[in-house]
Structures are given as C-alpha cells and as structure tokens.
C-alpha cells in the first residue's frame, strides 16, 4: 500500500482497518469506518457543518425570513469575493505559513480597476489581466523574500500589508473613491447575472456525475494496483445524495432570482483547487510540505518551488476576490479590502477545518468557512444588532475551530502512540 510521506503509523492503521471495513461490510462498514476516524480524532469538516446547521435553526427561530430563498440568495452572493480570498489563506496555511497582506492586495487590485476603467479607458478585460498579474507579482516577491532571504512570511505580509495599502490610496488619487461603470460586464456579472434554471439543474446533474465517475476511477486504479476498494453500493449513494441535495437548493433558489455567476465561479474556483490539491504531484507536494519541510526536502520535493508557487496563488486570489468585491459594490475606494477583509479571509479558512499547523485542511475549508462567517453576520444584519455583537460570535466561533483543531491533534497523537 502506498502512503503519504507524512502520514503517521496510526493514519496508515486507521486508513487499512477503513478499507476493510468498507470492502467486507459496504454502506455499514462505510458508517462503522467513519465513527472509527471520529473517535481518533480525525473529524474533518463534522464540526464546521454541524456549527453552520445549529446557526440556521438559531436564526431561523428568531427571523423566519433568515431562510426565505430571497435572503439565501444575498447570503451566497456575500460569500464569493471574500470567499475567493480564502482560498488562498488556504493554500498558505497548508503550508503552515500566513498572508496578512490580502486585504490590502485586494484593495490594490480593485483600485487598478476602478482606475483603468474610468482614468485610463482600459478595456475591461485589460483591467482585469492587470490587476490579476499584480497581484501574482506581489506573490512571487513574497516567495523570492521568504525562499531567498529566510524572512518569516508574518513579517512579509504585514509589510506587505502597510505598503500595498500605501500604493492603493496613491493609485485612487485625491478623491479616494472611484464608482465603476454600472453597464461593464464585471459590474453585471457580479450584481446581475444568474443562470437559468435548466442550467443549474444540469450543473448539479454533471456534478454528481462526476463524483461517481471519480470515485470509480479511483477505484478502479486502486484495484488494479492490487489495494482493497469501497462497495460500489457506498459510491452510489453518495452520488444520489449529493444530486438530491443541489436539485433541492437549486429549485429553492429559483423561487427568487437563482444561483448567481458570482457564487458559481466562487464554488468552481474551490473545486478546482481542491483537484489540484489531491489529485497532482504539487498537490501532494503542498500536504508534504506543510506536514514537514525537511521530510519533504529528504524526498525530493522542490520545498522553494511549492513555497513561491503558494505564495503567487494566494496574492492572486486576493486580487480576485477584490475585483469581484468592487464590482458588486459598483466602486473601488479607500475602504476596498479594509475593515475585516483580513480577519474573514483568514478566520474563514480556520474555521472550515484548515489546521493553523500546517498538513491538514481542504479547499472546502473556504467555502464551508465563509458560509459561517456570512451566515453569522447575515443573520444579525436581518435581527438588527450592533456590528460589536458580529465581531465577538465571530471571534468565539474561530476561537472554538482552534481549540476542537488542537484537541484533534492531541487524540491523533495519543492514538498513534497507543
């Protein structure tokens, strides 16, 4: 059997004694494998949904319209800008690293939009590219700093995070605000645009086909290389839950204006990195590297290549999610990428499961994260309290994803030693 170079005697124990139990007892062995890996504390994303499910009752009860599909609809499109940035507070975290700049990168980004559009006539599409490869620079200097230097990225980032938000208020100029052309197709994609109902519904049939085209894939190599595979049955019903599922939100946001392109990308970008993540050489790389640089140097792994690489995707989603941010407020200000940009981006990631150690953690931290986050501030929008009261949920809520992350890791290492 092929394991992780990082991976503990005891993930490799509970890893076959899973395999087993699926192979020889299907849907019960997949359930009996699943409170197995709880009980050594491997919970993965159970608290996180757990939490988010407890905050919608809660505020359901005290707001009926909490749930209503008008108000899902905004929650998802408050989700997406910040969310995009998290995801890159992800990948920098796998490695046991931190950015504290992305909000003021996103910041910078935005403006660069707010000015190319209206102070220099740059097509969309240019402003867009320019913003998006400023942002890839800034991390590619970030990686250059770190990898070169040994210059501990807390230090770069904070740097980073006063200088970028110098170079945002000296490209906005005196003014301080620019508002975005309402026509441009960034602003309309952002505010405007959602799909069809026929076309969110054959998203959600593709999805959950290609859930099960993947897991037989997977199963298929693992029995060619003579390892044990899950019951097909396991596979199907995950499968047919997941199609359920979507079907049912997709038909409850159609009551009100749908699933918006903003979220779409924001959920495809999570996706898409969640591939690369575990099913590429670099992938495997980024989990090594943050479980142990010299383990992973010892094994070959280009350690400065998967730090400077981390640190461009990081810095661009932060641009990203900037110009998405900007085009949903139709400005670029001095606001941009301020306030609690920073703290959401990265509490977000924390709280959907990432470790702050390094090794261990999903791109669907991001969107799991920021759904709690949005969801939380959402609901005391709608129940009109202080903005202080946000802060404070926000903090107990983070406060708790470290401590249920630490807790797993000391039962993970007791049960390796035991």
């Known amino acids: 059997m092929t394991t992780s170079p990082t991976e503990s005697p005891a993930d490799r124990a509970a890893d076959l004694q899973d395999e087993r ?248 970008l999570v996706v898409v990195m969640n591939f690369f993540l575990t099913r590429t050489k670099w992938g495997r790389s980024v989990f090594a590297v943050g479980g142990s640089v010299e383990a992973a140097r010892r094994a070959g792994i280009r350690v400065n290549r998967v730090y400077i690489s981390v640190f461009i995707l990081t810095s661009t989603f932060a641009a990203l999610g900037g110009l998405l941010a900007s085009a949903r407020l139709t400005s670029a200000s001095l606001s941009s990428g301020g306030g609690d940009t920073n703290l959401n981006a990265i509490a977000a990631a924390v709280i959907g499961g990432t470790s702050l150690f390094g090794g261990r953690g999903s791109a669907y931290s991001a969107l799991l994260g920021i759904l709690v986050i949005q969801s939380i501030s959402n609901g005391l929008t709608l129940l009109n309290l202080d903005s202080s009261i946000r802060y404070m949920i926000t903090g107990a809520v983070l406060l708790l994803a470290v401590i249920i992350d630490s807790l797993s890791r000391r039962s993970r290492a007791s049960h390796g030693q035991a």
């Open 21 to 268: 139990l699926v192979r020889t007892e299907g849907v019960r062995g997949a359930v009996l494998a699943f409170q197995q890996r709880v009980r050594g504390g491997d919970l993965g994303s159970l608290p996180v949904i757990i939490g988010l499910v407890v905050i919608w009752v809660i505020f359901q009860i005290l707001n009926p319209n909490f749930l209503s599909s008008n108000n899902l609809v905004n929650l998802t499109l408050q989700c997406a800008a910040v969310g995009t940035i998290s995801i890159g507070i992800v990948l920098v975290l796998l490695l046991g690293q931190i950015d504290l700049s992305v909000g003021s990168v996103s910041g910078l980004a935005a403006a660069i939009l707010g000015v190319g559009l209206t102070q220099l006539g740059w097509p969309v599409i240019l402003a867009v590219v320019v913003a998006l490869v400023v942002g890839a620079a800034i991390g590619f200097l970030y990686g250059l700093l770190f990898t070169r230097f040994g210059v501990p990225s807390f230090v770069i980032t904070l740097a980073g995070l006063l200088a970028f938000l110098g170079l945002q208020l000296k490209v906005l100029g005196p003014n301080g605000s620019i508002n975005l052309p309402y026509d441009s197709w960034i602003v309309q994609f952002a505010q405007a645009t959602f799909l069809p109902p026929w076309a969110a519904y054959a998203l959600a049939v593709l999805a959950a086909a290609a859930v099960f085209y993947t897991d037989v894939r997977r199963a298929a190599r693992r029995r060619k290389a003579g390892l044990s595979t899950g019951a097909l049955s396991v596979t199907l019903i995950k499968s047919i839950a997941l199609l359920v599922l979507l079907v049912v939100v997709v038909a409850y946001l159609a009551t009100d204006r749908g699933l918006g392109a903003m979220f779409l990308l924001f959920v495809v």
